[in-house]
């Protein structure tokens, strides 16, 4: 079985600051590890994956989010937060093999102050 | 650009009523879902479907069923709505053999009184 887990179901920061979500998965095989963003009144849509190969993933927006394994973490950050950044944020998890299914964290929402 | 389009943003229904939520997607995906989201809990699976006429069950799939005749169409029924249905509804597609990059619709807020 698989999970993830958020920490943090608000996340508040100034325009410019350093932006932090964390993420811990639980998996019995290598993950596939991903962030999703959503916008209100919009439908989720991705930031970035990890699937293979490099740990430090990059992805739209200026994200970026790291895997470690030791850690079982997946954190997403963000060196300048923008006030277009301000949304909800999903970690989610998939198991490396096998036709598998998503599963999603309870979401953190990221809230940003001028 | 991958659309996938829910039928109605809101919706209020009275308990007991059948309700159909319909999604379609315009890109020839093989798989589509459905989650619910609620606050705090996040998304949750409740069915998805590989192919035409293939359902299978997702985490929380009592009280729900679906339908999926055509490729690009992937129904959600709820045979006799209750208030815990009260919840966004959101239907997602993908390629086949590609679970990685899901496209999702705007959702369904439906209410059950």
């Known amino acids: 079985a698989q999970s993830v887990t958020q920490l943090g179901s608000h996340v508040s920061v100034s325009e410019g600051a350093l932006v932090l979500l964390r993420c811990n998965y639980s998996?019995?095989?290598?993950?596939?590890l991903f962030w999703y963003v959503q916008y209100p009144n919009q439908g989720l849509q991705l930031l970035l994956k990890?699937?293979?190969?490099?740990?430090l993933v990059k992805g739209i927006n200026g994200f970026e989010a790291e895997f470690k394994k030791s850690e079982t973490s997946f954190h997403l950050t963000k060196p300048s937060a923008h006030m277009s950044d301000a949304a909800e944020y999903f970690c989610?998890?998939?198991?490396?093999?096998?036709?598998?299914?998503?599963?999603f964290g309870k979401g953190t929402m990221l809230l940003v102050s001028p | 650009d991958v659309k996938v389009t829910q039928s109605s943003r809101y919706l209020v229904k009275r308990t007991g009523e059948k309700v159909f939520l319909e999604c379609v997607q315009d890109?020839?995906?093989?798989?589509m879902f459905w989650y619910r989201q609620d606050p705090g809990l996040g998304l949750r699976l409740i069915y998805f479907?590989?192919?035409?006429?293939?359902?299978e069950k997702g985490d929380i799939p009592e009280g729900y069923s679906v339908s999926r005749e055509k490729k690009e169409r992937f129904s959600l029924i709820l045979e006799s709505a209750s208030t815990n249905q009260t919840s966004m509804y959101l239907c997602?597609?993908?390629?086949?053999?590609?679970?990685?990059?899901?496209?999702f619709g705007s959702g369904t807020q439906l209410s059950v009184l």
């Open positions: 997602a597609s993908t390629p086949g053999g590609n679970n990685e990059k899901l496209f």
């Open positions: 998996s019995s095989v290598p993950p596939y």
């Open positions: 990890y699937t293979t190969g490099a740990t």
């Open positions: 989610a998890v998939r198991l490396y093999s096998g036709y598998s299914t998503l599963t």
């Open positions: 890109m020839d995906h093989e798989n």
């Open positions: 479907s590989y192919d035409v006429k293939m359902k």
